[in-house]
């Protein structure tokens, strides 16, 4: 057999997984547990790294998942007093908004 055909079982599953609509990766699901324990909170990447003991290229690469999923959305920017660089806002979806209009 081809080593290019070959594949893990877990690769295999985690392949299958991605199509899942709403399928959250268990560190989506850490992240997304720190605005569920607050709701309304808004935090950075770099706030979210320090919540959860990730590392910050970690957080950077679930936030954007999670973005495109439509779980978290960005709401607004800070400026991050060491750098002096805009850092986006994240929070939770706002629900209900677009029936307003």
Known sequence: MNMRTQMAGTSLATYHSLGVRDYLQPKERELMAVFDAAPGA?????ALAQRTGMAIN???GRVRSLLDKHALE???ETVCPVTRKPQELLGLPVVGQWSLF
């Open 42 to 46: 808004r935090y950075t990447r770099q």
């Open 74 to 76: 960005v709401h607004g």
């Open 58 to 60: 970690a957080v950077c």
